[in-house]
């Protein structure tokens, strides 16, 4: 089972993934059984919708208990800005970015692979500049260690 940070409580904004709804953001109002929960919202009719096709947010709504009716939901769901909070996180721009990755057309795969292996090729000279005086002030502590131990084998 996948690991989840977040849990399935009253009042758990959550991002509907499959569905005539896919892509709207709803609240938890209520537990249905292990594998649903029922889930409004502005724009979104109550119904239940299967755990499988909703991801959880870091966002709770609360003040409100199991069955809430709509209007209370949607007025504090206005008033707690959870639209403008959800559409800043870092999770809606992942999800932004992915689609924009997966309407690229083949040309445009080929520039962003060329550019990602230009940007690599940079990044591993910048490191490896950064690694030699280090790597070579160890390699000169390793030999210093090397002379002494002979040194002493010398001696005995």
């Known amino acids: 089972m996948p690991y989840n940070r977040y849990f399935v409580e009253i009042g758990r904004v959550v991002y509907l993934t499959r569905g005539k709804d896919?892509?709207?953001?709803?609240?938890?109002?209520?537990?249905?059984?292990?594998?649903?929960?029922?889930?409004?919202?502005?724009g979104l009719k109550r119904k239940p919708q299967l755990f499988k096709h909703i991801r959880l947010t870091p966002q709770v709504l609360t003040g409100f208990c199991a069955g809430t009716k709509d209007?209370?939901?949607?007025?504090?769901?206005?008033?707690?800005?959870?639209e403008k909070i959800f559409y800043d996180s870092l999770f809606y721009k992942k999800l932004q970015a992915r689609k924009i990755r997966e309407n690229l057309n083949d040309f445009q795969r080929f520039k962003v692979l060329h550019l990602k292996k230009k940007m690599n090729t940079l990044i591993n000279l910048k490191y490896g500049k950064l690694?030699?005086?280090?790597?070579?002030?160890?390699?000169?502590?390793?030999?210093?260690?090397?002379?002494?131990?002979?040194?002493?084998?010398?001696t005995q």
């Open 22 to 42: 896919k892509g709207r953001i709803g609240v938890i109002v209520d537990v249905v059984d292990q594998n649903r929960a029922l889930v409004t919202g502005p």
């Open 71 to 82: 209007r209370l939901v949607h007025k504090q769901f206005v008033d707690s800005n959870v």
């Open 131 to 154: 690694r030699k005086p280090a790597r070579k002030a160890f390699f000169k502590k390793l030999a210093e260690k090397k002379e002494k131990i002979d040194a002493l084998k010398g």
